[in-house]
């Protein structure tokens, strides 16, 4: 240390004298790297949005939803450190490298659960922390502060994902020999595409020594041929929505909590009851929006960014729901959480159709006496102290909602009464839709005997006919 430095910490903790010394990426190499990892964390949301429906396990949804939530934050961030470091900004919303896109669009073509998982969790993410830990070691810690900070907070997220991915898969392929050739060819294929993109920043996967290369060795993937690309043909994607074997009444259309829990003539205790189905069944948004934000690809980025935290939203709604009906000792899986929503919107309405329906029904939840007000209402008139902690934050939410909603319609040049009134129109066309699934599933009215079941009494509609909820939210 020299004679002018105080014996304090220097440089702020960040580094030494000597390791801030040393010469890290240049600016362009930089903006290169973040601009590659940039667009893999952006496809990476898009493959688990257009996986969300499709997959049939409920766990699985949920962690699609947090973890496209994690990439869209990401490479929200990437956005802004790429421009703060290049005027004017690259081009963020083409693929940067040709190789780096193939990978991904492997990645997109995985065909069940299990090669989803083991693409996502066991190669992609895998890759991609690879290439945020390659970042932090090499670049320099004083000049590329901002980067490196915001990495280790990505880390932190990556890990977390890939640690659940891991522990999804053992559980998913523990009894099954079969699911392990599978997983293991398909981590081969994925590995060479990988290899050929030299990883997602343009690292090598395995990394060449000053002395390797002047010995003429190279990198095993760029000798081997690539195995032939399923996304030789153009990606068809599927949002039919599926759930997994425990769910048995799927296609049971008849959903009684949606006109249940605002009936003036029913005890609060049993709307209560019926507002935490609701919040269960709210999964089927995620479903509709994911289909959505896959379908609409050219959108600006701020499209993407706000859906994609609302779509993390709703299915933490859901999931609010199933905590709270285990805490009731309640097998919330035996409850007929019918994908009516998703099924009729997904193969029955446009894009922009979807968007409309959710923006109209989420202003149906703002007024007082009805809306999110009255819900959180209705769960403290029960004595529900958890429902009444979870409607109080969904009601928060929801209003941030209503703002994402208005702000993509707007760009669209749809006005909220004009969203109101066609959001009218696309239930009832949507819901005639319903029909045609009818034969898939009975349609019976479970409330009663759920209701026995639950809270020990008769429902106070027993016996009484339903009316059809006129826009379901
Ligand atoms: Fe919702
Ligand atoms: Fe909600
Ligand atoms: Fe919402």
Redesign the pocket.
């Known amino acids: 240390m020299l004679m002018s430095t105080l014996p304090l910490p220097p440089l702020a903790g960040i580094a030494t004298y000597a390791t801030a010394a040393r010469i890290g990426y240049s600016v362009d190499e930089n903006v290169d790297r973040l601009t590659r990892i940039h667009w893999a964390e952006r496809r990476l949301m898009t493959v688990m949005l257009a996986h969300l429906a499709r997959t049939p396990e409920w766990e699985v949804k949920c962690a699609l939803a947090l973890h496209q939530w994690y990439a869209a934050e990401h490479a929200d961030w990437l956005r802004k450190r790429i421009s703060e470091m290049r005027h004017p900004t690259p081009s963020l919303d083409k693929s940067p490298n040709d190789a780096l896109d193939a990978f991904l669009e492997e990645v997109l073509r995985s065909r069940d659960t299990v090669e989803l998982l083991v693409a996502l969790y066991q190669v992609a993410l895998p890759a991609l922390r690879d290439a945020y830990s390659h970042h932090l070691q090499a670049t320099n810690p004083l000049v590329d502060q901002p980067t490196r900070r915001f990495m280790r907070f990505a880390l932190i997220e990556l890990t977390e994902a890939i640690d659940w991915g891991d522990a999804a898969i053992s559980s998913l392929t523990s009894a099954d020999p079969a699911a392990l050739a599978v997983i293991s060819e398909w981590k081969d294929h994925l590995g060479c595409y990988l290899d050929a993109a030299r990883g997602i920043a343009g690292d090598p996967r395995i990394s060449l020594t000053e002395g390797d290369e002047r010995r003429g060795v190279k990198i095993r993937s760029m000798e081997v041929p690539l195995p032939p690309p399923r996304a030789a043909d153009p990606y068809k994607p599927d949002f039919t929505p599926r759930r997994d074997a425990r769910f048995q009444g799927s296609y049971n259309f008849e959903f009684p909590p949606h006109v249940i829990y605002n009936d003036p003539k029913v005890p609060a205790d049993e709307r209560n009851l019926a507002l935490l189905c609701k919040r269960t069944l709210?999964m089927d948004?995620p479903e509709t929006m994911s289909s959505f934000m896959v379908e609409r690809a050219d959108q600006p980025w701020e499209f993407y960014l706000d859906y994609s935290r609302q779509l993390w939203d709703?299915a933490r709604?859901a999931m609010m729901g199933t905590v709270a009906l285990e805490q009731r000792g309640i097998d919330w899986t035996e409850l007929p959480l019918n994908v009516g929503f998703s099924l009729r919107l997904n193969l029955h309405a446009t894009a922009q159709e979807r968007q409309i329906l959710l923006y109209a029904i989420e202003q149906s939840l703002m007024p007082s006496d009805t809306g999110k007000r009255f819900e959180y209402g209705t769960a403290v008139a029960a004595g529900d102290e958890l429902s009444a902690h979870f409607h109080d934050y969904d009601w928060a939410d929801?209003v941030l909602?209503a703002q994402i909603g208005r702000r993509a319609l707007k760009r669209d040049g749809i006005t909220r009464e004009d969203a109101i009134q066609r959001g009218q129109a696309i239930h009832e066309r949507t819901w005639a839709e319903l029909d045609r699934y009818k034969s898939r599933g009975t349609q019976t009215n479970w409330w009663p005997d759920f209701v026995r079941k639950v809270l020990g009494k008769e429902s106070a509609v027993a016996g009484k006919e339903l009316t059809a909820p006129s826009i379901v939210?």
């Open positions: 709210e948004v709703e709604h929801e909602h939210g």
